[in-house]
């Protein structure tokens, strides 16, 4: 096992650990952007737990873990897409007060262009 420092993601075996909790975090996301739209309802669970996994993901890569482990940043733009195409379609439902609605949104559209942002560095960097 090789060690560089005494930080806790600073070994081999806490570096792979990390990848691939990022990689199923990943994995998550993509698969419940193939899935069902039904699932990514704003009442239903991934409809909550996409937008969280997407922020974990972003403070592990500002924190400088992981960022060349995302995807091309048109994939995240195509999930922003059908994510908020599926929010939008079915937020009213749920009768949200418009300022919820305003904030709500501006909150899950910063989540994506976040990371997307994030994910443009890495590419940049190669």
């Not at 990390?18 to 990689?23: A, G, K, M, V």
């Not at 991934?46 to 960022?67: H, K, M, S």
């Not at 709500?104 to 890495?122: K, N, P």
């Amino acid at each position: 096992m090789g060690t560089w420092g005494s930080g806790n993601f600073e070994n081999d075996t806490s570096a792979e650990h990390l990848s691939e909790f990022i990689d199923r975090i990943l994995a998550g996301v993509a698969d419940a952007m193939a899935g069902d739209p039904v699932e990514l309802e704003p009442d239903e669970y991934r409809g909550n737990a996409v937008p969280c996994d997407l922020e974990l993901l972003y403070v592990l890569t500002r924190a400088g873990y992981g960022a060349e482990r995302l995807p091309r940043p048109e994939v995240i733009e195509g999930w922003k897409d059908h994510f908020t195409a599926v929010w939008e379609r079915t937020i009213d439902g749920l009768e949200p007060s418009e300022e919820f609605k305003d904030e709500r949104r501006a909150a899950l559209v910063r989540t994506f262009d976040q990371l997307a942002e994030v994910a443009e560095e890495a590419a940049a960097r190669g």
